[in-house]
Nanobody
Framework: QVQLVESGGGLVQPGGSLRLSCAAS????????MRWYRQAPGKQRELVAI???????SYVDSVKGRFTISRDNAKNTVYLQMNSLKPEDTAVYYC?????????????WGQGTQVTVSL
């Protein structure tokens, strides 16, 4: 069974920083794309950032220049460095990953971690 476990959320003041981590564990051959999503209260879940196995990245416009997605393939872990945080970044942040299990690609989600940006 594959598990994605996020960590690093919390309460931070506007302008502050947080670093989220998402580690994959279990039996699998490898992981291709990894992503961070977020869902604010009353809003739809949105894609925040994506990173491919070749380390290509893409971001939603609202976080460009402030957030950085990275990964450590040896640790099967994806990170989201969030700087210059704004109250509108408040949301539950989820990671997901395309996991290669016996040459079948399956999508797995983490449980989510709360990020609150407030005075």
């Amino acid at each position: 069974q594959v598990q994605l476990v996020e960590s690093g959320g919390g309460l931070v003041q506007p302008g502050g920083s947080l670093r989220l981590s998402c580690a994959a564990s279990g039996r699998f051959i490898g992981i291709s794309a990894m992503r961070w999503y977020r869902q604010a209260p009353g809003k739809q879940r949105e894609l925040v950032a994506i990173i491919t196995v070749g380390l290509s990245t893409s971001y939603v416009d609202s976080v460009k220049g402030r957030f950085t997605i990275s990964r450590d393939n040896a640790k099967n872990t994806v990170y989201l460095q969030m700087n210059s945080l704004k109250p509108e970044d408040t949301a539950v942040y989820y990671c997901n990953a395309d996991v290669n299990i016996n040459y079948n690609i399956k999508l797995y989600w983490g449980q989510g971690t709360q990020v609150t940006v407030s005075l």
